[in-house]
């Protein structure tokens, strides 16, 4: 895992750029007024680290490695939050698209260690998530843009990732935000209706569907009403 240079910091936030290496994310870089400046903002595989296997990492991408490698950028964050650099109780996980699996993963794993008393950890979960686009499972994308391949025994066999979300988002009780573009031409919106609906042991779950978004522009085609669902969300789970 290799840090990079375009992370911008103030006292209780970090803002991160997207990684040129990283095709799972927009290529449009996060603008600092876009976020509440009392709230540390933590987009998961993005630009505040590269994980393993992607830009100038070594190694190759793997489904463990991307949490692995997660956990040791959130892990980062709070050692600066031991330190008083930062408020580590405002923390809040995202993703969008295969991002969006990573930061449903690694916030599982962290509420699962967080729970545990044999871990060790020294550091509490994220406040919230925050799913953009994102998928139910590499085995339902698969369903969905090439049902010709849908031979259980035979995808089953073939499929290196797995990604299960659906399963795993059951699981997670902080809260949730879930952006979806009705005209997502890559990830149907439908599995993000099912994200939604899976994560019933959720806090609090907010769903807010843009329709005239695709999978790429919904920061711009979802317009205020994208950044002020974001605001609110973060101002009441995160004040």
């Avoid at 545990?116 to 994220?126: H, M």
């Avoid at 999978?215 to 669902?229: M, R, T």
Wanted: one cysteine or more; a negative charge.
């Amino acid at each position: 895992m290799r840090e990079r240079d375009t992370e911008t910091e103030t006292e209780n936030q970090i803002l991160v750029q997207k990684g040129s290496a990283l095709a799972y994310h927009t290529d449009t870089p996060i603008e600092p007024q876009s976020f509440p400046t009392d709230h540390l903002i933590f987009f998961l595989a993005t630009t505040t680290y590269l994980p393993g296997g992607y830009g100038y990492s070594t190694g190759k991408p793997s489904e463990e490695g991307l949490v692995t490698d997660t956990l040791a950028a959130y892990g980062w964050l709070m050692g600066k939050a031991s330190r008083g650099e930062l408020d580590g109780s405002k923390v809040i996980v995202a993703g969008r698209s295969l991002g969006g699996a990573v930061a449903i993963a690694a916030a599982a794993r962290l509420q699962s260690d967080a729970a545990s008393s044999t871990t060790g950890l020294s550091y509490s979960p994220p406040a919230a998530l925050v799913v953009e686009n994102s998928f139910t499972s590499i085995s339902a994308m698969v369903d969905a843009k090439f049902p010709f391949l849908n031979i259980p025994f035979f995808k089953e066999f073939f499929l290196r990732l797995k990604w299960d979300s659906l399963s795993t988002i059951r699981r997670l009780s902080l809260p949730i935000l879930f952006l979806s573009s009705a005209r997502d031409e890559i990830v149907p919106a439908s599995q993000m209706v099912a994200l939604h609906d899976a994560a019933a042991a959720a806090s609090t779950r907010k769903f807010h569907l843009f329709r005239e978004a695709t999978h790429n522009d919904i920061s711009v085609k979802g317009g205020q009403d994208y950044w002020d669902a974001k605001r609110r969300f973060f101002a009441e789970f995160c004040g």
